[in-house]
């Protein structure tokens, strides 16, 4: 039965190659690889499987950047340990196990382990010796080698609020900046990748293709209510809006609304996750923004010098966030 998560994005990476550095005890067939295949059509996805020997493991992955030359590399748990260390190229790390060794004594990792996807070699088990975890160690040691200010817009750490296994977020901060938190679990899934990755993804390709999109201001107040929960259809035009435009949240400064920066991020985190990332603008005077459109409520007053289009939520002509949506459907994206 076809779902939300079949959908396609052949616009993003067009043409381009992204390399996949799966986690513990997985392998090439990862069903990830399926994911980034199936939502990002126009890209080639190449993945092997890693070696179980973390030195073999990490100087199997430099030679295949070299001879791969990926336009991006997305590395998860384990893999985002090892995607750290690939310096010089785009990156995601989702959910990076960057203390891996430290996690494989906490959660019992050590003994017979069985892969949970097949190998091209056919082996199903293999052992983590005490020795092997010491190897891991001094593998995870070599992270953080280049935090250049070259490297920082390259690599982005992608994680899960409620993940049980792995907590490297406060680690992953300390050396770069483009530390994101998302709601899910330690592991990937079609939500994480859709909602959380793919965004991440458009803005690297679009960087990399220098490529400017439209920009679409939208005040928070079109976006929640005033008891704060969620405006109807919000997020998911939000979402649509997403796939065509360069979306910024305007929000009132904290010394004008009383409204704390924090509280309003805190929302935005918990309503519009990794999106509104880096895409918040604080001001008090919207008109004086430079973009194409700007949505807000019918009940502030309109600015007529802002240099776009307004479009006034709850008006006549745009009653809803459905009648916004059909009116951008419309535009097909001019």
């Known amino acids: 039965m076809e779902n939300q998560y079949q959908k396609q994005f052949p616009d993003i990476m067009e043409g381009k190659k992204i390399m996949y550095v799966h986690g513990f005890a997985s392998s090439a ?4 690889v399926t994911r980034i295949r199936t939502m990002l059509p126009s890209a080639t996805v ?50 990076p196990a960057l203390r891996i060794a430290d996690t494989m004594g906490a959660h019992g990792m050590v003994g017979k382990q069985t892969f949970q996807n097949p190998r091209k070699d056919g082996v199903q088990e293999f052992i983590v010796t005490k020795a092997m975890v010491k190897e891991y160690h001094d593998v995870q040691e070599q992270c953080f080698a280049d935090t250049s200010e070259a490297e920082q817009e390259h690599v982005w750490g992608l ?14 901060s300390e050396h770069y900046r483009h530390a994101i938190w998302f709601h899910g679990e330690h592991r990937m899934n079609d939500d994480i990748f859709l909602n959380s990755v793919i965004p991440v993804i ?34 998911k035009a ?11 949240i305007v929000a009132p400064s904290p010394n004008y609304s009383g409204d704390g920066c924090a509280d309003v991020q805190s929302w ?67």
């Open 29 to 32: 067939k990862s069903g990830t």
């Open 46 to 95: 190449v993945a092997d499987d890693i070696p179980v020997d973390p030195h073999e493991g990490l100087a199997m992955l430099r030679s295949m950047v070299e001879r791969e030359q990926p336009d991006l590399i997305i590395g998860t748990s384990m893999g985002g340990m090892y995607t750290e260390q690939l310096h010089g190229f785009d990156r995601i790390l989702v959910n």
């Open 159 to 172: 994680f899960g609020d409620e993940d049980p296994l792995v907590h490297t977020y406060p680690l992953f």
């Open 202 to 235: 458009r803005w690297i390709d679009d960087r990399q293709n220098k490529k400017e999109r439209q920009v679409v201001f939208i005040s928070i107040d079109a976006l929640r209510d005033k008891n704060g929960g969620q405006q109807p259809s919000a997020r």
């Open 238 to 248: 939000f979402r649509q809006l997403l796939e065509t435009y360069n979306l910024f």
């Open 268 to 334: 935005l985190k918990d309503v519009i996750s990794v999106p509104a990332y880096d895409h918040i603008i604080f001001a008090n005077q919207p008109q004086l923004l430079l973009g194409d459109f700007l949505i807000q409520p019918s009940a502030i007053n309109p600015h007529s010098s802002f240099m776009g289009t307004v479009i006034e939520l709850g008006s006549d002509t745009f009653k809803t966030w459905d009648d916004i949506m059909e009116y951008f459907s419309r535009l097909n994206g001019h």
